[in-house]
């Protein structure tokens, strides 16, 4: 029987290159995916394409082509990737150009758009924000990017031509898997329900590389996992029914047990009954893993309701600034120290009249990540060291800087022994989504070879 091998290279944006090397030279594999998208990433290009209309893909785009276009000649491998960002098109382009240096030759590239609907958006400016209690319409001043989740169709349409690499912008996550895998079996969205569900399934394990190998599992002295500084990335193996299994190189740091699979299952799905996305209405609800051998395990039962008539949008906008300014203080006196300096802080914002929406004070190593009410169940007599953070939202920079400021000045207008000030203010891409029909997306393919 026919069987697949697809692996994971990167689970987000920054991720590192080296598991993905290792697993194109020892894993034995078909197709290789970059997942490099998440919810702001894309808004983030677009923002980079405005100052610069050759820019707006992935930042680490270069340096992975660099290290693996060797390797899709050398081994036969196709990559699937949404590095393209904003801007598939010069992303392909910049690809072209490193394998003219690199002196590599006979690979077919393809780009895929459609999914930005700037053109179109104020078609939908009527409809309801899914996060915010308003009409898309009332935030249009801000937009940035209006970027519609795809599914595989124009990923299936490049390898159908021939395509040894194929670059998109926001396409689902799991389309990039569910995309060589409908090209090699020929499955049909709905007469396939189980391979569907399955193929969903084995994308939403790979998206995000390392979390399903122990990476996001591992917690010393309670879940022990050997070898994290070189994690391997995880690798389907399945056949034309939809069984597979998940796995690593062998010898890579790293684990793949029905624990890590069954974690990475549950991560950002909502309704396990219901996992939506633009080519399947997945169900996990009764997925069954199996421990198959050491870093090998089996994994069956999903399936699918179909395709969604809709498509989410993903909206970015301009949101606000964010100013902040942090400072420590040590010694047994140290929290102390750092609540009247935050209360000098808040006063001395109103003092200056600095306009702000909401304001947080954070005691680092004390209450930053749960607030008082948890935190203070915790806390031990003294502290050796705090470091105060205090941050504000405003509508401008003007008033965010000013935030940072007053943290600075406690250097020398007190508490005593403060010290490593720092201060930054921050421009807030926020993200949003609105439902559009499928026919508000118009899917292209475009292609270079070198």
Known sequence: MKKIRIASGAGYA???????????????IDYIIFECLAERTIAIGQMDKLKDPTKGYNQLLENRMRKILGLVKENGIKVITNMGAANPLSAVDKTVEIAKELGITGIKIAAVTGDDISSSISDYYEEDVLELDCKLGEIKENLVSTNVYIG??????????GADIVITGRVADPALTIGPLRHEFGWNIDENIYQMGQA?????????????????????GIRDVEGLERLGFPIVEIDQEGEFTVSKVEGSGGLVTVETCTEQLVYEIHNPERYMTPDSIADFSKVKFEQKSKDVVGVSNATSHGKPETLKASIGYKDCFIGEGEISYGGTNSLAKAKLAADIILKRLDI???ERQEERVEYIGYNSLYGDAISNQYAPETFSEIRL?????????KNADLIGNEIEALYTNGPAGGGGATKRVSEIVSVCSVFVPREAVKVEVSYKEV
């Open 352 to 354: 200056a009249g600095v």
């Open 14 to 28: 920054g991720d590192r290159i080296e598991p993905a090397v290792e697993l194109m030279e020892k894993g034995n």
């Open 389 to 397: 953070r205090v941050s504000a939202r405003t509508k401008d920079r």
């Open 152 to 161: 595989a169709e124009g990923i299936i349409e490049a390898l159908e031509n």
């Open 200 to 220: 969903t399934l084995a994308g939403h394990l790979l998206e995000c590389a390392g979390q399903v190998t122990g990476g996001y599992f591992a917690d010393p």
